[in-house]
Every structure is written in C-alpha cells, then in structure tokens.
C-alpha cells in the first residue's frame, strides 16, 4: 500500500515539472514580449550603478568625507569615455585616488562597455555651449541685485521662501570729472637788493567727461576742458586783473567698432576762450570770447590705447579728411588769425591728428599729455600741452606744465621762429571722481 502511494507521488511531481518547463520554455520565446532587450540592459545598468554609489556613498560617509565636486553629471548624461576617470584608475600615486563617481564609471566601462555612445575627444570636437563671444555684452552695471532675503517662518522654519529680485536697467554711461585750484604768491619788498615786483594768481581747471558704451559697437565720448588763470601785479598799472591761462574746449567722438582696438570715428573739437587777452601795459586787446573760436570736425579712425597693464590709456585718432573753420567776433583781430581784413571767417580742408593719452607713472605721479597737429599741406599747427602732476595726498598736488605750440601761418619771431612756448609750476588743492 505504501509502495503504490509512493509511486503515485512520484508520478504526479514528474507530470508537474515537465508542464512547468514547457511552460517557462513558452515564456522565453513569447513573440509578443514588449521589454526591448536594450531598455533591459539600460535599467540592470542603472541598478548596477545605483548599488555601487549607495556602497561607495556610505564608505564616504564613515570617512567623513563630505566635499563632493560637480563630477556627478557623468553619471546621468548619456555614457562617455572619458580619458581622465581611465587615467586616475591605472596611475599610481597619493594624488590620483579614485572617487566614487570614477570607479561607478569604470564599473560601467568594464561591465558593460555597449552602452557607451561616444568619447571625450568628440566631445571637445563638437565644442561647447557657452557663448564663444562672451565680452560682447558687458554692462557697467549689475542688472540684478539682491534686496534682501525673506525671513524664515517661525512656525514652519523649513519652508521655502521666496526671495525679492530687482532686475536693474543697464547704465551704458560713464561719468567722470578732475577739479584743481592752484595758488601763486610772490611778494618782493620795495627795496629789495636785486629788484623785482610782487605778484599773486591763481588757476582753477575743470575737466567733465561722460562716455557712452553700449558694448556693441557703438561708442559716443564727450569732454569739456576749462582752464582760467588771473594774475596781479605792481608793475601792470593798467590792468588791475589779466588772464594768464584762458581755454574753453569741447572733444566730442561718435565711433563705430571696426575691430577689438579700432573705430570708425567722427570728431568734432571747438574751442575758444572766457576772457580778453592782455599783456602787461598794454592796451591792445588779443583775444576775447568767440575771437577766435575754431571748429574742426573730423572724420577717420581712432585706436583705443590700453597698455602697460592698463597704466597707459587713452586714443589716437588719424583722420585723413579734417576741416577747420575760423571765427572772430571782432572785425580788428582777425588779420591776427589769418583771416582776410574785413572779414570774420576763414575755412580750409586738411588732415589731422590727435592723441589723448593718460599715464600713471608711478602711484604718486602721472602725465596727461594731448598733441593736436593739422595741415592743410601749405601751412602746419601744432600744439602739444603737458601736465605732470605729483600727488602730495588725497586733495593737495603739484603740476608742470609744458606747452609748445608751433604755427607757420603767425608772423615769424626773430628769435623763436614760428614756435612759441608757455611753462608754469604750481601747487594747490586737487579732487577727482
């Protein structure tokens, strides 16, 4: 009884394994399996890496090691060789201990190299995202500016909250400005042995600038330039008060960028000055207000100076086509100034350049140097004005100025030729901003 039991067990469990094979046979070869065999592959690689960054992330935890870099991305984007994670893993040294994220990509280098797309070297072939062009579009100022963050809930101290953002206009305009009173003062007693004669003055500048740069291509910079200097002395008994600098100048540039350095450029310079001319015991009046006044517009190209480390900057403009027009309010200066007798206009075509240049010579000294040379190929003006300044502190400097002028179209000098030249040394109270 018990023998025919166990051969009907025996039987039935024969029966039951050969139905279950025929049936796992029948799965293995179902034509309507919808799981591709590469998503398959994709998702035991993930699995994969999943467990072996788990794994490695809390060996990293129990060495309290928390500086983790940006590398991560690897692992998410689409599968790359890449020549640094092969090269940190068969380098022997103290400096190229492999991170987590290294041996997760070796693991899938090793483990399943089909589903690596491409390499580092096309990569770096294609190129990248970024802008290849990125100081196209430099704002002087911030366009975004954080107020203040919002304080945290004090009863939910985990929530998020929002933070108030001023997103502001850019400012393609630059301001700046140079102010300096300088003081003279010479006294000589009545008696004094070698002679001479007191004497007092005083010179006040002002240069204003406001530049316009859209870091486009587009550049529009202006500068006004006054200089007044009043003198008195015991020996002018005619003139209680006479000028001894007098200079009252627009610089104007509209530019369009050519190149990195270079701009097509078009300028206009009109200059004159504030008060009568004078000399001492003299009558003859000089020069006054729009006698002269001269504008010369200009059109060529500048060059941007940029050198010894940003200690050398300024312009140069070359402008093969120049014109130059002459102006004197009163009838009687104007042979002085070239112009005909009983006229009050002069015009004339010619070539220019100019040069603008600032240096800071060392913390404590720096030079402003302008040359200004015109030609209409029969006659030449030049003009080359210095100013050398040495900083005592914050407010107080000295300056040198040096100005050589030359102008074959005056009446020669029998000593200096058709040059001429004005130098003064001073001292006195200097601002900038």
Not at 27 to 56: G, M, N, W
Not at 251 to 278: E, N
Not at 340 to 365: C, N
């Amino acid at each position: 009884m018990k023998l025919r039991y166990l051969l009907i067990m025996a039987g039935f469990f024969m029966a039951f394994t050969s139905y279950a094979q025929s049936r796992y046979r029948l799965h293995r070869t179902h034509p309507t399996d919808t799981v591709p065999v590469i998503v398959k592959q994709y998702t035991d690689s993930l699995s994969a890496c999943r467990e072996r960054i788990d794994s490695l992330s809390l060996m990293r935890r129990e060495a309290d090691e928390d500086n983790l870099d940006g590398t991560y991305y690897r692992l998410f984007v689409p599968p790359t060789f890449y020549h640094d994670v092969v090269r940190r893993a068969f380098t022997i040294g103290a400096d190229t201990v492999m991170g987590m994220e290294d041996q997760s990509m070796m693991d899938l280098y090793l483990r399943r190299p089909d589903l690596v797309a491409s390499t580092q070297s096309q990569l770096e072939h294609t190129g990248g995202i970024i802008n290849p062009e990125p100081d196209k579009m430099k704002p002087d100022a911030d366009m975004v500016d954080v107020i203040e963050m919002a304080k945290p809930d004090p009863v939910y101290p985990d929530m998020d909250m929002p933070i108030n953002i001023y997103v502001e206009k850019p400012n393609f305009w630059t301001v700046s400005g140079d102010y300096s009173l300088q003081l003279f003062q010479n006294f000589v007693s009545s008696n004094w042995y070698k002679g001479g004669e007191s004497n007092y003055s005083v010179l006040g500048t002002v240069t204003l600038q406001a530049n316009y740069n859209n870091k486009q291509r587009f550049r529009w910079d202006n500068k006004l330039e006054m200089r007044l200097g009043l003198q008195s002395s015991r020996g002018d008994t005619l003139h209680a008060v006479r000028a001894s600098e007098d200079l009252l100048r627009y610089t104007g540039k509209v530019g369009l960028q050519a190149s990195k350095r270079w701009y097509y450029t078009f300028q206009l310079i009109a200059s004159t000055q504030f008060m009568h001319g004078l000399k001492s015991n003299d009558h003859t009046i000089y020069s006054a207000f729009m006698s002269p006044l001269t504008v010369n517009p200009s059109v060529g190209m500048d060059y941007n100076v940029n050198w010894l480390k940003g200690n050398l900057t300024g312009s140069v403009h070359l402008a093969p086509i120049a014109y130059n027009y002459t102006y004197v309010r009163k009838l009687a200066m104007a042979t002085r100034y070239g112009i005909e007798e009983g006229r009050r206009t002069k015009s004339d075509f010619g070539s220019e350049i100019t040069i603008d240049l600032k240096w800071q010579i060392t913390k404590d000294i720096r030079w402003k140097t302008r040359m200004y040379a015109y030609t209409t190929y029969k006659r030449m003006l030049m003009e080359w004005e210095n100013t050398f300044t040495f900083v005592v502190n914050k407010y107080i400097s000295s300056n040198l100025f040096l100005y050589p002028r030359f102008d074959d179209s005056a009446k020669r000098d029998d000593h200096h030729g058709f040059w001429q030249m004005k130098e003064y040394i001073s001292l006195g109270f200097n601002y900038g901003f």
